[in-house]
C-alpha cells in the first residue's frame, strides 16, 4: 500500500500494517495516519486524493458557516473512529473555491468520499455522528471493531 503524507505529500509504500501501528512518513517524520483529519489545499488535494491509499473522505466547509461549526467536532470524533479504515480530510471551501466548483458542490458542509482516487459518494449538510456513521455504512465503511 502507497500512502501519501498529509504534510508533504511523499508517497510512503507500506508493507503489512498491523494493529496500534502508527507509519510515519520517510520523508518528513509526519503521522501517515494521524487521529484527526488533515487539511488539503488545491495544490495538495489531487495528489492526496489519487494516492491516498485508502478511502478518502473529505469535508467542505467555509468560515462563517454555523452548520460547519456544528459538523467540525463529529467530523474529527468519526476521523478518530475511522482511523486506519478511511484518511479523513477538509478543504476550505472559500479559500480554495476552484476544488469544490469542479466538483459542482453545492454549499457547505459537504462531504465527498473518494476511492482510488475516483468519488464514490457525496452528501451535503451537517450531520449527526449516528447519520454519519450510517452513511459510511451504506458505502461499505464500518467503523473498526474495539479491540
Ligand atoms: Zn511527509
Do not use: Y
Not at 93 to 118: C, I, T
Amino acid at each position: 500500500m502507497q500512502l501519501a503524507c498529509p504534510r508533504c505529500l511523499a508517497l510512503n509504500r507500506i508493507a503489512d500494517r498491523g494493529p496500534g501501528d502508527e507509519p510515519k512518513c520517510e520523508a518528513c517524520g509526519a503521522a501517515l495516519l494521524p487521529a484527526e483529519a488533515v487539511a488539503l489545499t488545491a495544490d495538495s488535494f489531487d495528489r492526496f486524493i489519487q494516492h491516498a491509499g485508502l478511502p478518502v473522505l473529505v469535508e467542505f466547509w467555509a468560515d462563517g458557516c454555523g452548520p460547519c461549526e456544528m459538523m467540525a467536532p463529529i467530523f474529527d470524533a468519526i476521523a478518530a473512529e475511522m482511523k486506519g479504515r478511511v484518511r479523513f480530510a477538509r478543504l476550505d471551501a472559500a479559500a480554495h473555491p476552484q476544488v469544490p466548483m469542479r466538483h459542482h458542490l453545492r454549499g457547505v458542509p459537504s462531504l465527498m468520499l473518494f476511492s482510488d482516487g475516483a468519488e464514490i459518494a457525496r452528501t451535503t449538510g451537517a450531520m449527526e455522528a449516528h447519520a454519519l456513521r450510517r452513511w459510511l455504512a451504506s458505502q461499505g465503511i464500518q467503523q473498526a471493531k474495539v479491540q
